[in-house]
Nanobody, 124 residues
Framework: QVQLVESGGGLVQAGGSLRLSCAAS????????MDWFRQAPGKEREFVAA????????YYADSVKGRFTISRDNTKNTVYLQMNSLKPEDTAVYYC?????????????????WGKGTLVTVSS
């Protein structure tokens, strides 16, 4: 049974930083493209970042480029999202996902597995 478990969310002031983790079980992350998505209240789920199986290629939404960094540690079967210079508009539930598609595929419908999400709240 595949499980993706996100952690690291919380409340932070604007300009602050958080690091999210996504620990996988029942799935070897080194053979999957791993993504982060987010969903703000009343909005659709949107793509945030993706990393290919080896970690050599990454892709970001324009809204987070230069502020967020996705990385992976295949030895720990874990993917990370380092979020710096956070803004109130970054407030959302953040989801980890695994896909067999390329790292530049950004549609949520193409993900094979999802975590349950972790809440990030950025206060102004």
């Amino acid at each position: 049974q595949v499980q993706l478990v996100e952690s690291g969310g919380g409340l932070v002031q604007a300009g602050g930083s958080l690091r999210l983790s996504c620990a996988a079980s029942g799935l070897t992350v080194s053979t999957w493209t791993m993504d982060w998505f987010r969903q703000a209240p009343g909005k659709e789920r949107e793509f945030v970042a993706a990393i290919n199986w080896s970690g050599t290629n990454t892709y970001y939404a324009d809204s987070v480029k230069g502020r967020f960094t996705i990385s992976r540690d295949n030895t720990k079967n874990t993917v990370y999202l380092q979020m710096n210079s956070l803004k109130p508009e970054d407030t959302a539930v953040y989801y980890c996902a695994a896909t067999g598609r390329s790292y530049y595929y950004t549609m949520s419908g193409g993900m094979n597995y999802w975590g349950k999400g972790t809440l990030v709240t950025v206060s102004s």
